[in-house]
Structure formats: structure tokens, C-alpha cells
């Protein structure tokens, strides 16, 4: 089971094999926990279970090479207590999730973002995208939030956007590590957000542990 703000519970139960899990235990689950969403991440020996076997209900099921990074996004979010895909009903069917996802994947960052919003745009491991920032000035322009043409005060208390390209190299890794750290000593108050493509979780722990509030896949 995992945790998050407010009592936020979720089940993630990663399948490798079918009969990994009895269907006692899915019972149980539900039973001991009627309200906490359950998600059943399966590998890709269960791919004929939903045909040969009894797959469990009222569950979100996602094979292995399904889930991306937007999933794990709105399992952040979800734990955040804010509103997630998860947060719908486990009925909701696969064609309703692709809905889901293309409504409201904008609305959840706009719902994190604060109302000033300065995009970090110098050269080095953050702002080498001109056009991923493009792409962050117009979602932030639609939300009707302030865009801020030029670096803010020490005491800017909005949010701060930074794009981390995405480099297997260990020492341009420790580079974006030490930007988040530069960041957070300039802007000690501000809401700091870093995108990066697929980020591995010792990335996001290292980041989070820079300061970062948010790290977000690309």
C-alpha cells in the first residue's frame, strides 16, 4: 500500500505471473479497505488472464507496457489528494481513460501552478528547449496566469518552471542536481518544478532532495 497527504491510500499490486496473487488476497484488500483504489500493474506472462482466468474486479489493471509516464503522474497526484485518474471510479473503462487523460492533463498543472509563473530560459543543464518552454508559456498564457519576462526578486513566492534535458551522462546529471540547488538557494519561498524526460526515482529523489517541489516527466 502506498501513502500520501491526508491519509491518501492507494494498493499497487505488481504482478509478475498469473496466480501471484490469490483472489483471497484481492478480497481481503477490498474488504479490510472499501474506499483505497486498487491498481494491478501485470508483466507480460498475464496477458491471457483475462481470457483463461478470473481477473479480478473493481480494480485499475495496466500491463507493464502500458503504463507511462502519465500514469505515474497521476499516481503522484493521486497521493497528493489532488484530482487524478485515479480518484475515478476502477469501472471506468479503457476508452474513458484515453478521454480522462486528453481533458485533463493541462488542468492538473494548472492547478499547481501559482499565479506568477517565471520559466527558466538561460543556457546550461536548465532552458536548453526553446521549444518545451514555448510549449510551457502557452499552457501557462491559457490558464490566465502571469508570465514574468525577466528573473524575479529573492522573495518571488510563484512557481518556477526548469527543463532538464534528458543525458545518460552521470556528470551532466550532477549539473542539473547543483541548478536545482543554485534555484532554491536564489529563490528560497518559490515553487520549483523540473521537467525531465522519464525520470528514473533516484533522479527524483535527488532532486527532491535539491529543493525541488515537483519533478515532472516530459
Not at 488476497?25 to 478470473?54: D, H, K, N, W, Y
Request: aromatic share 12%.
Amino acid at each position: 500500500m502506498l501513502h500520501g497527504g491526508d491519509e491518501q491510500r492507494i494498493f499497487l499490486f505488481c504482478q509478475s505471473f498469473p496466480g501471484q496473487f490469490s483472489a483471497a488476497q484481492f478480497r481481503q484488500s477490498a474488504q479490510l479497505f472499501p474506499l483505497v483504489p486498487r491498481i494491478i500493474l501485470q508483466g507480460t506472462l498475464c496477458e491471457g488472464e483475462s481470457r483463461t482466468g478470473m481477473p479480478p474486479q473493481n480494480a485499475f489493471r495496466f500491463y507493464v507496457h502500458q503504463w507511462t509516464d502519465y500514469h505515474f503522474r497521476q499516481l503522484e497526484l493521486f497521493l497528493l489528494g489532488q484530482p487524478s485518474l485515479f480518484s475515478q471510479p476502477s469501472t471506468i473503462k479503457p476508452e474513458e481513460i484515453v478521454l480522462w487523460q486528453a481533458e485533463t492533463e493541462s488542468y492538473t498543472e494548472q492547478s499547481r501552478w501559482k499565479n506568477e509563473v517565471y520559466i527558466v530560459s538561460h543556457s546550461g543543464p536548465f532552458g536548453n528547449d526553446p521549444y518545451f518552454n514555448r510549449m510551457l508559456a502557452a499552457r501557462a498564457k491559457r490558464f490566465n496566469l502571469r508570465i514574468l519576462p525577466h528573473k524575479p526578486e529573492k522573495n518571488f513566492l510563484g512557481t518556477i518552471l526548469a527543463d532538464a534535458d534528458e543525458s545518460p551522462f552521470l556528470e551532466t546529471q550532477r549539473q542539473i542536481i547543483q541548478a536545482a540547488q543554485r534555484l532554491r538557494y536564489e529563490f528560497a519561498n518559490a515553487d520549483i518544478e523540473v521537467y525531465i524526460n522519464s525520470p528514473r526515482m533516484n533522479e527524483k529523489m535527488a532532486l527532491w532532495n535539491a529543493g525541488v517541489n515537483r519533478v515532472t516527466a516530459k
